[in-house]
T-cell receptor, first 113, second 116 residues
Framework: EAQVTQNPRYLITVTGKKLTVTCSQN?????MSWYRQDPGLGLRQIYY???????DKGDVPEGYKVSRKEKRNFPLILESPSPNQTSLYFC????????????FGQGTRLTVV | AQSVAQPEDQVNVAEGNPLTVKCTYS??????LFWYVQYPNRGLQFLLK????DNLVKGSYGFEAEFNKSQTSFHLKKPSALVSDSALYFC??????????????WGLGTSLAVNP
């Protein structure tokens, strides 16, 4: 089954404690992206990756890092989380050349206290 | 600049009535348009897309969308709403300019409430 898997689904952490949210896809998609979803603001892109070892900033990259060492994995790293990073996070992947739809993970609800 | 607008934050409709969720877009080239649905505590699920061809696109769960190039719109429709259609709906357009990372540009979403 084609899917994007995110972990964890829920996370409560304290300010400054480094955390990683994992994302893995099994569709061999080149393109992967992280979004955060906040009420009234829709989906905002944090970082994206066009392929292995190719990553770039999206619209709201401050406070986040990513890596793309393998095609299937695209972890999101918060080196020093702050309360304003409390949000719902989604990972997505698609194959840009094929004009396919994007597949989304189930989401990670992060609370930073 | 590329953009997507969903002019209604919320749409309310009675069960059994037709529903429309509106979307307009602005792109420089050919638009590739998508609708997604988000149920509570779930990820976004793909409903349908327009790439080229017939202006009326049929998708999952009985939904369809009409592409109108002159009005730059891509409204989502369903002839008879179900209570289970209540969810958050997002319209998105793919920016085909490679210089813009082929990213998806999203509307802010429309909350659909179907009342029994």
């Amino acid at each position: 089954e084609a899917q994007v898997t995110q972990n964890p689904r829920y996370l409560i952490t304290v300010t400054g404690k480094k955390l990683t949210v994992t994302c893995s896809q099994n569709m061999n998609h080149e393109y992967m992206s992280w979004y955060r979803q906040d009420p009234g603001l829709g989906l905002r892109q944090i970082y994206y990756s066009m392929n292995v070892e190719v990553t770039d900033k999206g619209d709201v990259p401050e406070g986040y890092k990513v890596s793309r060492k393998e095609k299937r994995n695209f972890p999101l790293i918060l080196e020093s989380p702050s309360p304003n990073q409390t949000s719902l996070y989604f990972c997505a992947s698609y194959a840009p050349r094929g004009l396919t739809e994007a597949f989304f993970g189930q989401g990670t609800r992060l609370t930073v206290v | 600049a590329q953009s997507v607008a969903q002019p209604e934050d919320q749409v309310n409709v009675a069960e059994g009535n037709p529903l429309t969720v509106k979307c307009t877009y602005s792109v420089s080239g050919n638009p590739y348009l998508f609708w997604y649905v988000q149920y509570p505590n779930r990820g976004l699920q793909f409903l349908l897309k327009y790439i080229t061809g017939d202006n009326l696109v049929k998708g999952s769960y009985g939904f369809e969308a009409e592409f109108n190039k002159s009005q730059t719109s891509f409204h989502l429709k369903k002839p008879s709403a179900l209570v289970s259609d209540s969810a958050l709906y997002f319209c998105a357009v793919r920016d085909t300019d490679a210089g813009n990372n082929r990213k998806l540009i999203w509307g802010l979403g429309t909350s659909l409430a179907v009342n029994p």
